[in-house]
């Protein structure tokens, strides 16, 4: 999920046993449709994200998720700190064959529209999703999806294109498998923010009331949700825009804000936590920050002037050994955020610091000689001008500093001349999917909690990064490890993937880092100690 998407953690490989019921019918469950929300005070919760798109099939960020992961509801999901996918709008899901899962609907399931939810409505999403294929969607994700059939209203048959592919059911819980009404979405394009909000075809916890796009959103609890979820404790929720994270830091100590989500400086997130009204929340987190390197345009990348596949190689691998991760992660966030030496965060199964053992000075830190060797061995003229573009309202403000420290790193070694450029996030991700970024920021938290979901959306053929990166040997090892049962070889996969895709730098991976979401004190629902499982969800928030 880039800092795409939303976070949504799931189960570990292997805690899935093929050719059983996977997960049968939840008993003692709360349905919400018995109950609209029993909190009388609302709840105002700040961001300074923003959102791309409310259509799932066009957006897979986490500004656009915020809200998405109310109002739309999946047939999998995974309740606050758990870490098992259950069902939600499934009554229970089966491994029916080697390439094959059945799922089957719980009843009576509706949009707020009152449009009845069938599995003609989850044929037609995944279909649509995988048709639109939009480079800023979540279509990468079903990658395995060879069809879908609706054989009988409350009946679902996945078809997959490889056998054994015990992530599926994770897959199902994430952003592509949001559930849309067929009757309001067109099958072949993106919906307008403001049809959908018209349309009311929401089918989650909640549903939006009014829609001013990136200012204030009001959302009201959904009677006709009918998932596993269970019931919303407050009845109605409202979501503040803010440009300024030092504005939003000031409303929470003012009291006008109940909780933020996403995203405070570590200054700040310091600062609130010694207020007596205020409780900062905190977390390991599986989010990761890192530098992509588009092939077409980065300096002597394909579509550049004069195209050199060795000195394009050259000056991404310089510039891995140029970076200081300790210093960006001590300097500019305090160490809240740990270096990172490949795409999987550490402590997740199969992770190798493929990038502290290639590069700088083999150790983690930098080495400008090494760098310069590179270079010089390649014919490349010094300094190389590198145009580096960030983001700040996504990313948080911190962006500005961690890429400015960035830029003196780099200019430090006399290797390089960086010109540091920032745009908008709504305007961001168009324009990097355009080729218009010859090297940029960007950022992921996890769909599912497995080192794959670190691996197919960057380096695989319908890679999210859209970089033009393309390894056949490393998408055949990770296409290997998706459904490799073994977890000894599946371990060994993940690595050579990993030590494979460092070779060539397709992206720098900087920083890993912990989650935070800051709460007034009257406000409950949201645990202390984050657990890197943990989803935020404004369905557990209430006031005391």
Not at 320 to 337: E, I, M, P
Request: aromatic letters at 8%; hydrophobic letters at 35%.
């Amino acid at each position: 999920m880039a800092q795409h998407n939303t976070s949504r953690p799931f189960l570990a490989l292997g805690a899935i046993s093929l050719g059983t019921v996977v997960l049968a019918t939840l008993t003692g469950c709360t349905s919400s449709r018995s109950s609209t929300g029993t909190g009388a005070a609302a709840i105002t919760v700040g961001t300074t994200d923003q959102v791309t798109a409310l259509d799932p099939a066009g957006s897979w960020d986490a500004g656009s998720g915020t809200i998405e992961s109310e109002v739309y509801a999946t047939l999998l999901s995974v309740k606050n700190g758990a870490t098992q996918v259950s069902p939600d709008l499934a009554k229970g899901i089966e491994h029916t064959g080697p390439k094959e899962y059945s799922v089957t609907l719980k009843k009576d399931l509706r949009f707020a529209n009152g449009h009845r939810l069938t599995s003609s409505d989850v044929k037609f999403s995944f279909d649509r999703t995988v048709r639109i294929a939009d480079e800023n969607g979540p279509s990468s994700l079903l990658y395995d999806l060879a069809s879908v059939a609706a054989p009988a209203p409350d009946k679902v048959v996945f078809t997959l294109k490889s056998a054994d592919d015990t992530l599926f059911p994770q897959v199902l819980s994430t952003a592509a498998g949001y559930i849309v009404d067929e009757q309001v979405f067109p099958p072949d394009k993106i919906l307008d923010d403001k049809a959908i909000v018209a349309a009311k075809p929401w089918n989650g916890p909640y549903g939006v009331r009014t829609y001013d796009k990136n200012s204030l959103v009001s959302f009201t609890a959904n009677s006709a949700y009918g998932g596993g979820l269970g019931a919303a404790r407050t009845r109605n929720v409202q979501l503040k825009y803010y440009t300024d994270a030092s504005n939003l830091k000031l409303d929470v100590q003012q009291g006008t804000v109940d909780a933020v989500y996403r995203t405070l400086t570590t200054a700040d997130l310091d600062d609130l936590s010694t207020k007596k009204d205020v409780k900062v929340h905190t977390g390991s987190g599986n989010g990761i920050r890192y530098i992509v390197f588009d092939f077409r345009t980065q300096p002597y990348g394909t579509g550049t002037a004069k195209p050199d596949k060795a000195k394009a190689l050259a000056v991404r691998q310089a510039v891995a050994d140029s970076v200081d991760r300790a210093q960006l992660a001590r300097q500019v966030y305090k160490n809240s955020y740990q270096p990172l030496y490949t795409s999987v965060p550490d402590g997740l199964t199969g992770a190798t610091a493929s990038f502290k053992s290639l590069y700088g000075d083999r150790k983690g830190g930098p080495d400008k000689a090494a760098a310069a060797a590179r270079l010089k061995a390649a014919k490349v003229t010094t300094p190389v001008t590198l145009d580096l573009q960030y983001n700040s309202d996504h990313y948080g403000s911190s962006s500005a500093d961690e890429y400015a420290l960035l830029k003196t790193q780099l200019e430090a070694t006399g290797l390089f001349k960086v010109d540091l450029q920032s745009t908008e996030w709504t305007q961001y991700g168009k324009d990097r999917v355009k080729h218009l970024y010859p090297l940029y920021q960007l950022g992921w938290y996890a769909d599912y909690l497995d080192a794959d979901n670190y691996l197919s959306p960057f380096y695989s053929a319908n890679s999210w990064v859209a970089n033009d990166y393309s390894d056949p040997a490393v998408r055949a090892l990770i296409k290997k490890e998706e459904t490799e049962t073994d977890p000894a070889e599946r371990a060994e996969l993940l690595k050579r993937a990993q030590d494979k895709a460092a070779a060539s730098v397709p992206l720098l991976p900087l920083l890993q880092g912990s989650t935070a979401i800051v709460t007034r004190t009257d406000v409950s629902g949201v645990p202390d100690e984050l657990s890197s499982a943990y989803q935020f969800r404004w369905a557990g928030l209430a006031k005391k």
